[in-house]
């Protein structure tokens, strides 16, 4: 099962890109990268996915290295509506291998 | 909103009683979810339903015991619980359970507190 680490902490300021990096080294190739992001007292809230190419949507930019080790999800400018605890899943679709860790919590600060 | 909606939001229940969470989704997906959600912890995945059959059981207790009568609603039934389980249960659907297919839609949630 792949196995992700994540900085447990990132500040960033408002209207400033926030990069948030993720390492899953063990990765297999048939796992898709997802992001999701968890504000404080709802569900988790869907972001952007990808497999190997680097994905944007309206949401954020998705940047997965070359050999899939690392990504790096990009909000280029936060608000403070995006302080959220985030969180990076590699998902194969096989349930069993989703695993949920603590995740980056990222305070925006005026 | 996003669609899926679980009530109640706010549970108190003692260790002997029997209480059922409810979840629906609106989304005409395939998959539904529960997870568990500790204080501090990790979401743990509880169970996996896809076309109403149950996919997953990641060892959760007897106590726990899920039904999904159709696509669109997923139950818990709670008996006999203890104070350990006293956390946030979440409900997601999602159209399928690929992994290309897997974005996964949450509901607020229910605070379960067990005394």
Not at chain 2, 11 to 21: A, D, E, I, R
Not at chain 2, 46 to 66: A, C, G, L
């Amino acid at each position: 099962d792949a196995k992700t680490t994540q900085p447990p902490s990132m500040d960033c300021a408002e209207g400033r890109a926030a990069n948030l990096p993720c390492n899953h080294s063990t990765i297999s190739g048939n796992e898709y990268v997802y992001w999701y992001r968890q504000i404080h007292s709802q569900g988790p809230q869907y972001i952007i996915h990808g497999l190997k190419n680097n994905e944007t949507n309206e949401m954020a930019s998705l940047i997965i290295t070359e050999d899939r080790k690392s990504s790096t999800l990009i909000l280029p400018h936060a608000t403070l509506r995006d302080t959220a605890v985030y969180y990076c899943i590699p998902n194969a679709g096989n349930n069993r291998k989703l695993i949920w860790g603590l995740g980056t919590s990222l305070a925006v600060n005026p | 909103e996003t669609g899926v909606t679980q009530t109640p939001r706010h549970l108190v229940m003692g260790m002997t009683n029997k209480k059922s969470l409810k979840c629906e989704q609106h989304l005409g997906h395939n998959a539904m979810y529960w997870y568990k959600q500790s204080a501090k912890k990790p979401l743990e995945l509880m169970f996996v339903y896809n076309f109403k059959e149950q996919t997953e059981n990641n060892s959760v207790p007897s106590r726990f015991s899920p039904e999904c009568p159709n696509s669109s609603h997923l139950f818990l039934h709670l008996h006999t619980l203890q104070p350990e389980d006293s956390a946030l249960y979440l409900c997601a659907s999602s159209q399928d359970v690929l992994g290309a297919k897997n974005i996964q839609y949450f509901g607020a949630g229910t605070r379960l507190s067990v005394l």
